[in-house]
């Protein structure tokens, strides 16, 4: 598999703020979408219609729907309310992190080292992965709106690979984070992940398959990029960088605790962000493919009165992290 991390380093501040079109597709989201109250309304700023409108390439209807969902899922799985203690015993190896420093556009990190799996449920497993979305997207900086997976390959062999921990994985980034992510390196994937990665792309839409990008340490291109994305000093050693501090279980659940206060403040209305006016994605220059559901698709998108009902109680567990109400500098 080609390493090709040019366009990914080559981003510049691409401006996002939405036109006068755009809001007028917003504000029909919200229409269809129906009142919103308490966390929903949090989680609803214009800024993560946005994201949901640009995951459906601006079809209104099949944002709608998707949010539909997502609203649904999250009054359900009530991810916002995940706290350390729970996922703890998840994070004892260091399998995923957020890393101490963002890149050099304020990108949160999430270090992930698959080789060191510890646990059997994968039910667990993507509770902890939420947990860690919540947190990066918890601790964005107020002009930013996503986030880089490092992914790191070292000891890893067949017996970490899982279809179904992967078929999860992918549902919840791209059904429930739409364009959170911004770029994940795979950092030395051994030659045979690449038949493996090969069979999971029909589960990537392809807006997520053009931000998975493998890297090599012993690629001088890589190097470079590498370079370009990160203060080096900062950066692990185990992806070429200079710093090799290593993962501290002890440090990283105190860090984690104070993060949970602070997604405590947020969704009482306490220190909520300015609005995010633009982004600097990795890779949203590349030319991407159409949505895969036709466009002649007939959505049903009135308001649900099923979810209307969850969504409208202000006393309902609903949604994510980082911004408020539709000044909200936008949690997801």
């Known amino acids: 598999m080609s390493v090709d991390l040019k366009k990914t380093a080559s981003n510049g501040n691409e401006n996002l703020s939405v036109s006068q079109e755009q809001q007028a ?50 009054a359900e799985y009530r991810p916002e309310e995940i706290r350390w203690e729970e996922v703890a015993p998840e994070a004892e190896t260091g399998k995923i992190y957020r890393s101490n420093h963002t890149d050099k556009h304020g990108r949160p990190v999430l270090v992930m080292r698959p080789s060191r799996q510890n646990t059997k449920s994968t039910k667990g497993q993507i509770k902890y992965l939420v947990y860690c979305m919540e947190n990066a997207v918890l601790n964005l900086p107020t002009q930013q709106e996503q986030m880089v997976w490092l992914i790191d390959f070292q000891g890893f062999n067949l017996s970490h690979i899982s279809i179904k921990a992967t078929r999860e994985t992918a549902h919840v980034l791209q059904d429930h984070y739409p364009e959170r992510l911004g770029l994940a390196i795979l950092y030395n994937p051994p030659k045979f992940f690449e038949p493996f990665f090969t069979m999971v792309k029909p589960l990537l839409e392809p807006k997520t398959f053009n931000k998975v990008k493998f890297a090599y340490s012993d690629d001088q291109n890589t190097k470079k990029i590498m370079e370009d994305l990160f203060d080096m000093d900062f950066l692990e050693s185990a992806f070429g960088g200079n710093d090799d501090t290593g993962f501290d279980i002890s440090k990283y659940a105190e860090r984690m605790k104070e993060d949970d206060k602070k997604s405590s403040s947020y969704w009482t209305g306490e220190n909520s962000p300015p609005p995010v006016s633009n982004i600097v994605p990795s890779l949203d220059s590349i030319s991407l493919d159409a949505d895969s559901e036709s466009d002649n698709e007939k959505v049903n998108c009135s308001p649900d009165p099923e979810i209307e009902k969850e969504i409208i109680n202000p006393n309902q567990h609903i949604v994510a992290n980082h911004g408020a109400n539709n000044a909200s500098a936008d949690m997801h």
């Open 25 to 74: 597709q917003i504000n029909e989201v919200r229409r269809l979408i129906g009142p919103l109250s308490g966390k929903a309304s949090v989680y609803c700023s214009d800024a993560s219609v946005a994201r949901y409108l640009r995951a459906r390439n601006w079809n209104v209807k099949k944002a709608a729907k998707m949010l539909k969902q997502s609203l649904k899922w999250r």
